[in-house]
């Protein structure tokens, strides 16, 4: 820590989703651009908004569920009838279109059903009302987001010792939610407090979020971060350089299984031959009770041309070869350590652990789970 302080390096806001000041339109930084190109755009429409989803120009789980909570608010304000019953009607035909974007990652759908939920809940007031309070439901959904990360980072520091190596898998930080993130959370809330950590982050083929994003993130903040492409993984573990691995999430099921970013699971077998923990961090709000297990999961499949052609100048494929194109897998929760909220540690058994931070509704204060002291 020579030479370096606590508050060296604050954690630097990244704006990557907000509405306009008019209220008009989503304003999203275009994340398939980076590290290349920052670029916003401005969503103002249903379908321009589909498309920043499906396109992954707004991608990581909690961001897409801000992005579509900001956007249902616009597609509310659009909608021009008196009638609640109507309006409602109109409401929930806009979540279906949204959520149809992407498939695994919980947060879409949680976020389109909380604010057709908000409205529901109003029902009895007039239909400009509703649509006023939903205008504070998508703005809470991000401030929540941000707090929850903050406390995800905290819990997940606790893990951490300085000078640890860590492996991450995909992006996790601030760009795939607000602010810290939540896999790259603790190595950047440990950063701010002097610490130091050496990341390996995962290329993460075919998408490279680990590449274009993960270490622009990392080392923009001043964290030490090593690209390996994915099929490094085992060779670093092996050299005895990762104390840790840390991922994100995309949907948790009831018993812990872990749908995240395709090549997640690998990454838990290798951790687990290596004696490795392997910890997953992830809002509740990831967390979807109503799947028992990960063979619940819907996996997203994706064009073949992201693996055939996508970042390459030269055919890196014969044309036309057959490509299965899976964006997600499901890391079973035998290889989980331990599963990071902003609640507290969760450790196996998962059924348990995780029914428990729900125990007390929304407001839930204790479980059977680690809880830190912040
Ligand atoms: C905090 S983001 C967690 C996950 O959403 C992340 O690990 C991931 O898999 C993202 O996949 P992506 O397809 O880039 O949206």
Known sequence: MKGRCAMDRPVQSIDNVRLTDAEDAVVILDQSLLPGRTE??????????????????????????????????????????????????????????????????????????????????????????????????????QAEDAEMCRAISEHGLTLLRDGDGVLTHCNAGPLATSRYGTALGPLLLGTERGMRFRVFADETRPLLQGARLTTYELSRAGVDVTLICDNMASI??????????????????????TANKIGTSGVAILARHYGIPFYVLGPTSTIDRSCKTGAEIEIELRDPEEIRSKFYREPMAPEGVRCYNPAFDVTDHSLITGIVTERGVCRPPYTESLAALFSGGDDHKEGSYEHPVL
């Open 40 to 141: 916003y755009r401005v969503l103002s429409d249903a379908e321009s908004l589909r498309e920043a989803i499906f396109s992954l120009r707004v991608r990581g789980a909690p961001a897409i569920g801000i992005c579509a909570g900001y956007g249902m608010y616009l597609l509310a304000r659009r909608i021009k009838t008196e009638s609640v019953p109507e309006f409602l009607a109109k409401l929930r035909a806009c979540k279906d279109y949204l959520d149809a974007a992407r498939p695994t990652a919980v947060n879409l759908s949680w976020a389109t059903a909380r604010m057709v939920r908000r409205a529901g809940e109003n029902a009895g007031r007039p239909v400009p009302e509703i649509v006023r309070l939903l205008g504070e439901e998508c703005r809470r959904i």
């Open 236 to 257: 670093v573990m092996k050299n005895g350089w990762v104390n840790a691995c840390f991922v994100g999430c995309d949907r948790v099921a009831a018993n812990g299984d």
